[in-house]
């Protein structure tokens, strides 16, 4: 077996262990370990090693862990080792919280209080020995390793001691006060050293309480490979100017530590933040480590004043260390008024900065998001020019990999460990959140294993959980936290098919829907895909089911996997063209962020175009483009309208021609089919009509040429139902749920003349 190979090369507690505390989880999980019980034994060595790591001093575990490593293979050179250091480092923790300090007797001291201090000792003594593993400490061991005899030696020593306290009392008891003052000073003095001594027999997993400087805790945070070698230079130009100012040399033209770093939610702004506060401290640069955290509600006030006076308290509180001014962008407002005093905070901040009084004593570092920061940084160039280009940091999003491994300490940090398999389709729910800019990386990882670690905890408090692994492991199972699927609620496909008419828009969707899956299967299996084309046009006269079947075709996306949301977001040329120049691209921006992970509708989309003539809408257009590129499979676009419009629309762009190649045309309803959605929409309420009616309807759709479809058809019997209120409240006897042949002529009349 490949893993007892592995561990059968760890040969010392000294050496780290060859597997981390994940890893020997999910060997003790996924194992049975019959007929290896050297193997089980050294998986409990690595599981008690590490989590005596994660928690120094007592841990009911760590020493179950090593229960059964001991009960497995007690006589194996680790187990032995883990185990004695262990009793070693239970020896130390108690003699170190032993007052040994206070065991002096003085030959001056009065008999009463040499009886006092000799019974108050001898207690002492012996609640250690009751401590001791009495077994262990007597054991006759050939070869004994040093530890176990010092071990041994103590307790022995303990107990000579514990002899001549005996007889100290016996005689002060028989008022022959023999104190062999001396020897008992001596054997005090002597578990001192021993106490000394044992910490340096201690295994270095055990005693590792070694400061980690700023940097070290920095290279251990996940990813940001860019990032730590711009950190560990500047690190090393800071400690080169450090040394050269104790030289006596000066530098007129020094960068500062005022710093900006940018990036999206959950990058590790404040975390970054922090650990600068720590390496500026460490070489001396500043007198604390302390960091200040201040956002746009401390600083800005509601009076003239208040802005001012806000900010100086906050840089008094930062001198000695630094101030840190969270979403800092949020100081300058687009279109800020005179009653918005954020230009105020920034005015004082830079005053303070540059100040004889204030400046050089604290550093601000200010965070935000990486364009909102650019944009506040040009649009004051007194405070750009306080941050050098070479103290800005940009945080990266973290990338999938490393995702996963921030939800895998997370977890183990809470006592949790993930299966390989569940761990797999966490990966699933973290990209079903990785939809916008808004997604919040580190952040919405640790929530979302929060989450479920609470789902766990809701469906096993009903269970009865036997095995310790059964309270840490996170399989599949508890994954399914999201509400589940109604049984009696239809596929999108069969929502499709409940439909009426449509044919030929049923058969384009479902031959989507198969191409998609298909091309799904083929990248799971590594075979080469075909790229899908999911934006589309749907062309046809107003009320032919476009919008209802934008939103099914989105439900259809998102249950082959490729839209995240499902949603829909419909739109027309308003929620998308602004009255004046620099407004229709935001507008535009701000639809396509609201419907990515789902389908953007624009309806009547060629009022965009009109003929080119209209600058605002063919910056909308041009937007679109651009952000279709962007979000590539993230998003995807319905345009609908009349046929004739539609196609121009697409001709006029080459952006829009390139990228739309699916077309949906909706033709008009039969008259059969009118008449379908007419007892349809009937039923929805629960009333029905007699065959007379059905006469009627059936002449009149195909006499006329019905406009606006299934719009008309709502309208006709909304109508309808209000005509026969009002005949029935004349009539108590007629039946209350019947549409009669005179309700549907009154309603005709009334929606045609409107139409």
């Known amino acids: 077996m490949k893993v007892l190979d592995e561990l059968k090369q760890w040969k010392s ?12 989880l999910r060997y003790m999980n996924k194992n049975n370990w019959q007929g290896h019980k050297e193997g089980k034994a050294l998986l409990y060595v690595t599981l008690a090693y590490h989590r005596i790591k994660r928690h120094p001093g007592e841990d009911l575990l760590a020493e179950q862990f090593i229960d059964e490593a001991r009960v497995l293979d007690p006589a194996h050179p680790l187990v032995a080792e883990l185990y004695e250091s262990q009793q070693l480092m239970q020896a130390y923790t108690m003699l170190k919280n032993t007052p040994l300090d206070q065991w002096v007797l003085h030959e001056t001291d009065h008999d009463s209080a040499k009886a ?28 004994a390793s040093s530890r176990l005899k010092l071990y041994q030696d103590v307790y022995e020593e303990l107990g000579d001691l514990e002899i001549m306290l005996e ?22 003095r002597r578990l001192s050293d021993n106490q000394d001594e044992i910490y340096k027999r201690l295994p270095g997993f055990l005693t590792d309480q070694s400061f980690q400087n700023p940097l070290e805790a920095f290279d251990q945070m996940v990813g940001l490979k860019d990032v730590k070698t711009y950190i560990r230079r500047y690190y090393h ?33 404040t975390t970054m933040a922090r650990l600068l506060a720590n390496i500026y401290h460490e070489l001396g640069i500043l007198d604390t480590k302390e960091v200040i955290e201040v956002n746009r509600s401390h600083l800005v006030g509601s009076y003239v004043g208040q802005s001012e006076e806000n900010t100086m308290n906050y840089v008094k509180q930062a001198i000695g260390g630094v101030l840190f001014i969270d979403e800092a962008y949020s100081l300058k407002r687009e279109g800020q008024t005179g009653n918005d005093y954020g230009q105020a905070v920034i005015d004082t901040l830079v005053s303070a900065m540059t100040s004889k009084e204030y400046g050089g004593k604290f550093a601000v570092i200010l965070a935000g998001y990486p364009e909102e920061m650019r944009q506040f940084l040009w649009s004051n160039p007194g405070l750009r020019s306080r941050f050098p280009e070479q103290n800005h940091i940009e945080l990266p999003d973290y990338q999938m990999d490393e995702l996963l491994t921030i939800a895998e300490q997370t977890a183990i940090e809470n006592d949790f460990f993930f299966t390989e398999t569940a761990l797999k389709e966490f990966s699933s729910l973290i990209e079903r959140e990785r939809v916008d800019d808004s997604f919040g990386n580190a952040r919405t990882v640790k929530n979302l294993v929060l989450k479920t670690i609470f789902q766990k905890g809701a469906q096993e408090a009903e269970r009865d959980k036997q095995h310790w692994l059964d309270h840490m492991r996170i399989s599949s199972d508890d994954l399914e936290w999201e509400d589940p699927k109604r049984e009696d609620q239809p596929s999108p496909m069969e929502r499709l098919d409940e439909l009426i008419g449509l044919a030929n828009v049923k058969t384009e969707v479902r031959k989507l829907s198969s191409f998609v899956q298909a091309q799904q299967k083929r990248k799971e299996k ?29 439900n259809v996306l998102k249950q082959c996997g490729l839209l995240k949301r499902g949603h829909t977001v419909v739109v027309s040329r308003s929620d998308l063209v602004a009255g004046y120049i620099g407004q229709t691209a935001i507008k535009t921006k701000r639809k396509i962020r609201e419907a990515l992970g789902g389908v953007l509708f624009i309806d009547e989309a060629y009022s965009l175009y009109n003929g080119g003539r209209d600058d605002f809408g063919k910056e909308a257009i041009e937007t679109l483009v651009d952000e279709m590129t962007k979000h590539n499979e ?25 990228r739309f190649k699916k077309y949906f045309h909706f033709p008009d309803y039969s008259e059969s089919e009118l008449l379908q959605m007419t007892h349809y929409q009937a039923k929805q309420y629960g009333y029905h009509f007699n065959e007379w009616a059905e006469s009627f309807l059936l002449e009149k759709f195909t006499d006329h040429k019905i406009r606006g479809n299934g719009r008309f058809i709502n309208n006709l019997v909304n109508e309808a139902i209000q005509f026969q209120a009002i005949r029935i409240m004349d009539d108590e006897a007629e039946d209350i749920n019947d549409l009669q042949l005179e309700d549907f002529e009154k309603a005709w009349h009334m929606v045609r003349r409107e139409s």
């Open 526 to 554: 590594g075979y080469p895909v075909v790229p899908i084309q999911l934006h589309s046009v749907f062309s046809g006269n107003p009320g032919t089911g476009k919008t209802t079947v934008a939103e099914i075709y989105a």
């Open 13 to 24: 507690l000294e050496q780290q262990p060859p597997m981390t505390e994940v890893e020997a």
């Open 237 to 269: 130009f800071l400690r080169y100017q450090q040394q050269r100012k104790s030289y006596g040399f000066s530098m007129v033209d020094e960068p500062g530590l005022h710093m900006i770093i940018t990036g999206n939610p959950g990058t590790g702004k």
């Open 116 to 143: 006092k201090k000799v019974k108050s000792i001898y207690s002492d003594v012996g609640y250690l020995k009751k401590q001791w593993d009495k077994d262990l400490a007597e054991k006759t061991i050939i070869d």
């Open 167 to 188: 007889e100290a009392i016996h005689s002060i008891e028989n008022r022959r006060i023999r104190v062999p003052v001396k020897e008992i000073n001596e054997r005090a």
């Open 634 to 658: 993230n998003l995807v676009v319905i345009l609908a309208g009349y046929q004739r419009e539609m196609e121009q629309l697409v001709e006029s762009n080459p952006g829009l021609s390139s």
